[in-house]
C-alpha cells in the first residue's frame, strides 16, 4: 500500500478481554515500530523489529503486552487482560531501515478503548 | 536514558506571527533529533531532522529548527504562522545506533488566531 495501514482504526473492548492490533508496513521496510499515545503519558515507545533481528522489546509496560511480526512485514500486537490503563491510540511506523538517514512512516494509529 | 523536554503544552498565535515551539533534551551522548506534527485525526508527519553537520535544520512547511549543544536545545520556528499550521507537535530524540527508536515529547497544542 502508500502508507503504513492499521486495523481497526477503534477499537471497544470490556476490561479483561484480549485485543490484537495489526499492522501493515509500507512494502520494502525492514525496521517496524509500535509506540502508545496517551493522556498524560504522551508518546511511548513499545517495540520495534528489524529485520531478522530479535526485537528490542524493552518499551513493553508488562507482559500482557506482547508483538510479533510475520514474515518481516506484517506485525500483530496483543494486550492481554486488558485494563482501563490501557486505553490508548497505538500507533504503529515503519521505515526502510535503521539509519538515520531514513524516515519513519506512521500510521494513523488504533484508537483503543476499553471499558 | 534520553529525555525530552517541551516548554508548553499549548501555545498561541496570531496568523502571521511568528511561531516558536520550544524543545530541550537531555541525552548522555550527542543525540539525533526530529520534530513531527500530527494534525487532527491523522498520523504523525516529519518536519525536520538533524543528525549531523549544519546546526540549522529546515523542513517542509516553511519550518527550521536549530540544535544547540551548548543549550541542549532544538527549537522550532517558522517566522510567520498560517492557519493551516494549527496541529500538535512533537520533539523526539533518538540514540546514533539506537534503530530510529524514538523518546517524544509530551506534545505542543499549536492554536493559530486570526
Known amino acids: 500500500g502508500a502508507g503504513v495501514s492499521q486495523s481497526p482504526s477503534n477499537k471497544v473492548t470490556e476490561k479483561g478481554k484480549d485485543v490484537e492490533l495489526r499492522c501493515d508496513p509500507i512494502s520494502g521496510h525492514t525496521a517496524l515500530y509500535w509506540y502508545r499515545q496517551s493522556l498524560g503519558q504522551g508518546l511511548e515507545f513499545l517495540i520495534y523489529f528489524q529485520g531478522n533481528s530479535a526485537p528490542d522489546k524493552s518499551g513493553l509496560p508488562s507482559d500482557r503486552f506482547s508483538a510479533e511480526r510475520t514474515g518481516g512485514s506484517v506485525s500483530t500486537l496483543t494486550i492481554q487482560r486488558t485494563q482501563q490503563e490501557d486505553s490508548a491510540v497505538y500507533l504503529c511506523?515503519?521505515?526502510?531501515?535503521?539509519?538515520?538517514?531514513?524516515?519513519?512512516?506512521f500510521g494513523q494509529g488504533t484508537r483503543l478503548t476499553v471499558v | 536514558a534520553q529525555s525530552v523536554t517541551q516548554l508548553g503544552s499549548h501555545v498561541s498565535v496570531s496568523e502571521g506571527a511568528l511561531v516558536l515551539l520550544r524543545c530541550n533534551y537531555s541525552s548522555s551522548v550527542p543525540p539525533y533529533l526530529f520534530w513531527y506534527v500530527q494534525y487532527p485525526n491523522q498520523g504523525l508527519q516529519l518536519l525536520l531532522k538533524?543528525?549531523?553537520?549544519?546546526?540549522l535544520v529546515k523542513g517542509i512547511n516553511g519550518f527550521e529548527a536549530e540544535f544547540k549543544k551548548s543549550e541542549t536545545s532544538f527549537h522550532l520556528t517558522k517566522p510567520s504562522a498560517h492557519m493551516s499550521d494549527a496541529a500538535e507537535y512533537f520533539c523526539?530524540?533518538?540514540?546514533?545506533?539506537?534503530?530510529?527508536?524514538?523518546?517524544f515529547g509530551t506534545g505542543t497544542q499549536l492554536k493559530v488566531e486570526l
Open positions: 523526539a530524540v533518538s540514540e546514533p545506533g539506537g534503530g530510529n527508536k524514538l523518546t
Open positions: 538533524y543528525t549531523t553537520g549544519a546546526t
Open positions: 511506523a515503519s521505515s526502510p531501515g535503521h539509519g538515520l538517514t531514513t524516515e519513519a512512516f
